[in-house]
């Protein structure tokens, strides 16, 4: 899977250190893989979940790094293309403002 927008990974971990091993491992897991759809992709990441913004688009948020860290994607599977919209500590994503 293409992940797009890498750089905000690196961005996340100059500013989050203690994320660096967790948000790498799981950025190879990703470009490694294929899935065709969010069940295949459960299958690897079963805390994995959908949400919708307040556009009614669904999003994935994945929990990392014992759900320290969130990440929330847009998937396209037809393209194999994961596109990063937010990289959030816990406490941020609570506030939900990445939902606007």
Avoid: C
Wanted: no cysteine; net charge positive.
């Amino acid at each position: 899977m293409r992940v797009i927008a890498k750089p905000a990974i690196d961005q996340f971990v100059r500013q989050h250190p203690n994320t660096k091993e967790s948000l790498y491992s799981w950025f190879k897991i990703l470009e490694k893989a294929q899935f065709s759809n969010f069940n295949e992709l459960r299958a690897t990441f079963p805390s994995v979940d959908v949400v919708k913004n307040k556009k009614g688009v669904n999003l994935t948020v994945f929990n990392i790094g014992g759900n320290n860290t969130r990440l929330i994607a847009a998937i396209h599977y037809d393209h194999s293309k994961l596109h990063i919209r937010h990289i959030l500590t816990h406490a941020d994503y609570d506030k939900e403002k990445w939902k606007n």
